[in-house]
């Protein structure tokens, strides 16, 4: 089984600053692509930024200039840092990750998800 374990969100005023940090745990060969996503109450999740094992990334657009997605892999953790928070940043953010087992399955998991409120 693997664990992911998020941290790093917050209260924050707009225009203000947070890094989310994610650390897989378990027995697993490798990751793959690992990335954020968020969702807002009453909306339906939403891609935020996605990175792959060579360090390749994709953002949303709402995202681009403001976040940076990056990894660790000898710590098996990716981070988002967010940079000129908006209050329409407000969601629970949750972290993916592609999951390459020693059975050479390949399996998603999610993180918790941790909340990060922007006021205005």
Sequence with gaps: QVQLVESGGGLVQAGGSLRLSCAASGSFFSINAMGWYRQAPGKQRELVATITSGGSTNYADSVKGRFTISRDNAKNTVYL????????????????????????????????????????
């Design 81 to 120: 840092q967010m940079n000129s928070l908006k209050p329409e940043d407000t969601a629970v953010y949750s972290c993916n990750a592609a999951i390459v087992y020693y059975s050479g399955a390949h399996r998603g998991s999610w993180g918790q998800g941790t909340q990060v409120t922007v006021s205005s």
